[in-house]
């Protein structure tokens, strides 16, 4: 690839060509409402499968982006789709908050409060005012944001618990995947709050919410990035004492670098903006531990010392934005071929040009990974769209 324009016009067709019109074209549930909860990894579709909120949440975060970035009117249908359906059928309109999931029909199903699925609720539908000046989506994102901060945040010790019941009580079992620990405080619950937080100030100039993207920045560089390793620590009880030594993961930690430096800039904040750059030098170089000769990022430190080695399609995306901030923000030249080279992984590896979208992952051995979804509750178009909107903005 000779110039950035050039790659620029390869993820802007990635994203109109490839990923985007697999949404449009598979996923809508015309007859019931909203989108399809699951496609498997061989491309079947499963229509009474379970909806997620963080599916829903996401197709609008992508929808409302691409309409902001590239202004075609399909995918503002797409995102008014997506919207209609979070505010009609999550939206918990007894005790706030979003469900963590409804059956096909739309019935609530799961009715815990997880905050990482209000988190992307807010960053849904502040993306949709965003790009489309709409009140009543800005007016959902604020009952949310403070639903998290009536409900989550932590007054004694700081930060944000994990999860509720319906009605906002405690829980026993607050996992946010059956993978995760069950701990009270969490990485990548917190860094899906920042997230969302940041493009919701963009749209609404709140003294409290500022405060509370500087706090979570603070967090992250004060509290879970470990001073020896520079990795985020994973899971931590509500003292913020550390559940997971020597468990890193690649992925979150590049996806956090940038992530927190957009959180930095958005608030404007000089002083915050050197000490992130300064804490996440260090980050990157801990996440690259996790680079690849042929590009890729592999997935997982475990405490035991063993790795896994498992290519996942958000990883690489997070590795591809994580490296071009390098680039861009940080002087370091080299970081863009970097770049260039996990797309080009991605583009031999990841992308499906057969069945559409990408695969969840590649095998260490190099098969592709189709037993897990193609899209479903964990597998949805953010990551990769993301990826494409975000290089495709900053490159001049």
């Known amino acids: 690839m000779e110039t950035l324009q050039e790659w620029k016009k390869e993820l802007t067709d990635e994203l109109t060509d490839h990923i985007l019109p697999f949404w449009i074209e598979r996923m809508p549930d015309t007859a019931r409402g909203g989108f399809y909860g699951q496609i498997t990894g061989e491309g079947v579709l499963v229509p009474d499968a379970p909806k997620g909120a963080i599916m829903h949440g996401r197709i609008l975060w992508t929808f409302a982006a691409a309409y902001r970035v590239l202004g075609r009117k399909e995918y503002l249908d797409m995102a008014t789709r997506a919207k209609r359906y979070v505010i009609d059928h999550f939206y918990d309109e007894t005790y706030g908050g979003v469900y963590w999931s409804l059956d096909a029909d739309g019935k609530p199903l799961d009715t815990k409060k997880q905050f990482y699925a209000l988190g992307f609720a807010i960053y849904g539908l502040s993306e949709y005012a965003r790009a489309t000046g709409d009140q009543e989506a800005l007016d959902y994102a604020v009952r949310l944001f403070r639903s998290i901060e009536e409900h989550s945040f932590d007054p004694v010790d700081n930060g944000y618990f994990e999860a509720q019941t319906r009605d906002w009580q405690e829980i026993g079992d607050m996992r946010l995947s059956a993978k995760d ?41 004060d509290r879970m990035e470990s001073p020896e390793t520079h ?165 001049d």
């Not at 701990?183 to 409290?208: A, G, Q, S």
Request: proline share 3%.
């Open 181 to 221: 620990a069950n701990e009270k405080k969490t990485m990548n619950t917190h860094l899906h709050i920042l997230e969302p937080y940041t493009n919701l100030y963009r749209v609404w100039k709140d003294d409290l919410l500022r405060d509370r993207i500087v706090n979570l920045v603070n967090l992250f560089l």
């Open 231 to 395: 990795h985020l620590g994973l899971f931590f009880d509500e003292k913020w004492n550390e559940k997971s030594k020597g468990a890193f993961s690649y992925g979150h930690d590049i996806e956090a670098t940038w992530l927190l430096l957009e959180a930095a800039h958005e608030v404007g904040d000089p002083a915050l903006i050197e000490k992130t750059m300064a804490h996440c030098r260090h980050i990157v170089k801990a996440a690259l531990e996790g680079y690849q000769p042929d590009g890729s990022l592999i997935y997982e430190h475990h405490p035991d010392g063993r790795l896994d080695c498992e290519r996942h399609w958000w990883v690489q995306a997070e590795t591809v934005i994580g490296l071009f901030y390098q680039y861009k923000f940080y002087g370091q030249k080299e970081a863009l071929g970097e770049a260039l080279k996990t797309w080009e992984y991605i583009k031999n590896h990841i992308v499906d040009r057969v069945g559409g979208e990408w695969f969840w992952s590649e095998m260490p051995d190099g098969t592709k990974n189709k037993r897990e979804d193609k899209a479903g509750f964990w597998k949805c178009p953010y990551h990769n769209s993301r990826m494409c909107m975000e290089i495709i903005s900053l490159i």
